[in-house]
């Protein structure tokens, strides 16, 4: 019973570790590709559209990293 | 800014705050079923990261395993052919002009993909991997936005929850034979006695009804054995949320790109791997022998991340669409009204983006093979 205990309370904190720290990395480098996005079009409006696209290719890699984190998390809470 | 603009928001912030409320207050339903009430409460249902047998063909256990997410891809797959016949036929092909409504969608979706994302990236070459990439995109997009059609995740066959090794939950029947629905009491152990006393299903039966936000039951009347926990094997998954699905994708998109790379460079497309050019030049100084020991490294390092592209292109589409199909989940346990569907209008952004990203990829990839090597 103790084990299951355990198990139990290593399946919370591991969820809790994976999502919240594998967040961390993720939203800097959203947040970096919104900033070099936003200076770019600051100096030279005409390319927003074009910026636009690459930024949500950016973002979306940068997204997928913290996916990866919740999925660990949610795997740990549900599946395992 | 519009009075109809502000009607809007206003109505969304009306219905996200009325759903919360709802969420704490009203996450049970109670349900007469057979002169008693049942309590229907949201909860989370089995999650299951390969996808669920839902048939057999042949004899059960021993014979071919039908999926539920390969039952989904057939579907899928009959909607875009279908859309895409109509299409054809809606097409002038000798003047090569559209004559239909969805001629005309179809010629104005492939033109704004080829002409904005293919041909700025490739060029001359855009034209060849227009095939591979539109059906990507198109794949995905489609199979994405099967998070919106209901029943999804929801109707499926009862499973007995002890045979997947995992808590079932207890579950209630209108009648023998009938559609039994999937109530929120988890069976802990067989010494549970809190299931309804209504007439249970058979397991396998094929009619059952569950649902990420909906179905879950305590009872009024705690008499009637709560030894079998059940799950619902869902008929519809989304493609897309099972590995084997986007393994696939990322294993042709690899061959393609690879054989791009072939095709633009000829044999001289290994070079980039294995450069022996570089070690027969070592002899040349103690600097240029150096630099070319660390480009010769550096090819197997390339060699190296084309292979790991497919785990990256998998894993990417893997992960969103699993992750959002449990935050759909999650969201209609934390609050079961409303809510849930912004966040299905979230799941369908997702879909559209990751579909995106997975063409500008193949579309990137193969421009980086096409490009010359040095030679």
Same mark, same amino acid.
């Given at each position: 019973?103790?084990?299951?205990?355990?198990?139990?309370?290593?399946?919370?904190?591991?969820?809790?570790?994976? !999502? !919240? @720290?594998g967040?961390?990395?993720?939203?800097?480098?959203?947040?970096?590709?919104g900033?070099?996005?936003?200076?770019?079009?600051?100096r030279?409006?005409?390319?927003?559209?074009?910026?636009?696209?690459y930024?949500?290719?950016?973002?979306?890699?940068?997204?997928?990293?913290?996916?990866?984190?919740? &999925?660990?998390?949610?795997?740990?809470?549900?599946?395992? | 800014?519009? #009075? /109809?603009?502000?009607?809007?928001?206003?109505?969304?912030?009306?219905?996200?705050?009325?759903?919360?409320?709802?969420?704490?207050?009203?996450?049970?339903?109670?349900?007469?079923?057979n002169?008693?009430?049942?309590?229907?409460?949201?909860?989370i249902?089995?999650?299951?990261?390969?996808?669920? *047998?839902?048939?057999?063909?042949?004899?059960?256990?021993?014979?071919?395993?039908?999926?539920?997410?390969?039952?989904?891809?057939?579907?899928?797959? @009959?909607?875009?052919?279908?859309?895409?016949?109509?299409?054809?036929a809606?097409?002038?092909?000798?003047?090569?002009?559209?004559?239909?409504?969805?001629?005309?969608?179809?010629?104005?979706? &492939?033109?704004?993909?080829?002409?904005?994302?293919?041909?700025?990236?490739?060029?001359?070459r855009?034209?060849?991997? &227009?095939?591979?990439?539109?059906?990507?995109f198109?794949?995905?997009?489609?199979?994405?936005?099967?998070?919106?059609?209901?029943?999804?995740?929801?109707?499926? &066959?009862?499973?007995?929850?002890?045979?997947? !090794? /995992?808590?079932?939950?207890?579950?209630?029947?209108?009648?023998?034979?009938?559609?039994?629905?999937?109530?929120?009491?988890q069976?802990?152990?067989?010494?549970t006695?809190?299931?309804?006393?209504?007439?249970?299903?058979?397991?396998?039966s094929?009619?059952?009804?569950?649902?990420?936000?909906?179905?879950?039951?305590?009872?009024?009347?705690?008499?009637?054995?709560?030894? /079998?926990?059940?799950?619902?094997?869902?008929?519809?998954?989304?493609?897309?949320?099972?590995?084997?699905?986007?393994?696939?994708?990322?294993?042709?998109?690899?061959?393609?790109?690879? *054989?791009?790379?072939?095709?633009?460079?000829?044999?001289?497309?290994?070079?980039?791997?294995?450069?022996? /050019?570089?070690?027969?030049?070592? !002899?040349?100084?103690?600097?240029?022998?150096?630099?070319?020991?660390?480009?010769?490294?550096?090819?197997? #390092?390339?060699? #190296?991340?084309?292979?790991?592209?497919? *785990?990256?292109?998998?894993?990417?589409?893997?992960?969103?669409?699993?992750?959002?199909t449990?935050?759909?989940?999650?969201?209609g346990?934390?609050?079961?009204f409303?809510?849930?569907?912004?966040?299905?209008?979230?799941?369908?952004?997702?879909?559209?983006?990751?579909?995106?990203?997975?063409?500008?990829?193949?579309?990137?990839?193969?421009?980086?093979?096409?490009?010359?090597?040095?030679?």
């Amino acid at each position: 019973m103790e084990q299951e205990a355990a198990k139990e309370l290593g399946k919370l904190v591991g969820a809790g570790i994976a !999502g !919240g @720290a594998g967040m961390i990395g993720p939203g800097i480098g959203i947040g970096l590709a919104g900033l070099g996005a936003l200076i770019s079009i600051g100096r030279n409006p005409e390319v927003t559209s074009t910026l636009q696209t690459y930024m949500i290719l950016v973002i979306a890699f940068a997204e997928s990293l913290a996916i990866f984190a919740l &999925v660990i998390a949610f795997l740990l809470l549900f599946a395992i | 800014m519009k #009075l /109809k603009n502000i009607i809007i928001i206003l109505a969304l912030l009306v219905f996200a705050v009325l759903g919360c409320m709802l969420g704490s207050f009203g996450s049970g339903i109670s349900v007469p079923i057979n002169g008693q009430n049942v309590l229907f409460k949201s909860f989370i249902p089995g999650i299951s990261v390969p996808g669920e *047998i839902v048939a057999w063909i042949g004899p059960t256990g021993s014979g071919f395993p039908i999926y539920n997410t390969f039952f989904t891809m057939l579907i899928v797959d @009959a909607v875009i052919i279908v859309l895409a016949l109509l299409g054809r036929a809606g097409t002038d092909l000798i003047k090569n002009k559209p004559t239909t409504f969805l001629g005309n969608a179809w010629e104005s979706y &492939v033109n704004y993909l080829y002409n904005n994302y293919m041909v700025p990236t490739l060029g001359a070459r855009a034209k060849v991997v &227009v095939p591979v990439a539109l059906t990507a995109f198109t794949f995905i997009l489609v199979s994405g936005m099967f998070e919106l059609v209901p029943g999804h995740e929801a109707v499926g &066959v009862v499973e007995d929850a002890k045979v997947l !090794g /995992k808590k079932g939950y207890c579950y209630v029947q209108t009648a023998p034979g009938g559609a039994a629905f999937l109530t929120g009491v988890q069976v802990v152990d067989d010494a549970t006695k809190e299931c309804p006393a209504a007439p249970k299903a058979e397991i396998g039966s094929p009619l059952a009804l569950a649902a990420a936000t909906d179905v879950a039951a305590a009872p009024a009347s705690a008499e009637g054995d709560g030894s /079998k926990g059940v799950l619902v094997a869902p008929f519809l998954r989304r493609p897309t949320s099972d590995l084997s699905t986007t393994l696939a994708l990322a294993l042709i998109a690899f061959i393609f790109i690879e *054989i791009q790379g072939f095709r633009a460079n000829g044999r001289h497309y290994l070079d980039r791997f294995f450069n022996f /050019k570089a070690v027969r030049d070592m !002899g040349k100084g103690m600097m240029t022998g150096l630099v070319n020991m660390i480009g010769f490294g550096v090819g197997f #390092l390339e060699l #190296l991340s084309e292979f790991i592209r497919i *785990i990256s292109f998998s894993f990417r589409l893997f992960g969103n669409m699993f992750a959002g199909t449990i935050l759909v989940f999650v969201m209609g346990f934390l609050m079961p009204f409303v809510v849930p569907t912004l966040f299905m209008s979230l799941e369908f952004a997702v879909a559209v983006i990751q579909a995106f990203v997975f063409m500008m990829l193949i579309v990137v990839f193969t421009s980086l093979a096409v490009a010359h090597t040095e030679h």
